[in-house]
């Protein structure tokens, strides 16, 4: 995730206090087919400065959008600027 998000705003979401972030993961299908892995991210009482959603992708690929805005992949086809369209599983 550092390679993806660099090394500033990596630190700001991953290096948060463990003790006060919340995760919700879910088990995911894209819209083409591909399956993996939906998380969620926030800390209570700061929902609107900290927190993203993440899809890791069974073939490795990773979609990345904060609370902020920031979207970020690894995807090097996808054209999107957020995440792209999925159903849980």
């Not at 993806?4 to 705003?9: A, D, T």
């Not at 490795?60 to 992949?73: C, D, E, H, Q, S």
Request: glycine share 12%; net charge negative; proline share 3%.
């Amino acid at each position: 995730m550092s390679e993806i998000l660099g090394p500033e705003l990596y630190e700001d979401e991953f290096m948060a206090d463990a003790n006060t972030t919340v995760l919700i993961t879910s088990d995911i299908v894209l819209e083409d087919g591909r399956t993996g892995r939906s998380i969620q991210s926030f800390a209570p009482g700061n929902a609107l400065a900290s927190g993203f959603n993440m899809l890791i992708i069974d073939d490795g690929t990773i979609y990345y959008l904060n609370v902020r805005g920031t979207f970020a992949t690894n995807d090097e086809d996808y054209t999107g600027n957020g995440l792209p369209g999925f159903s849980t599983i």
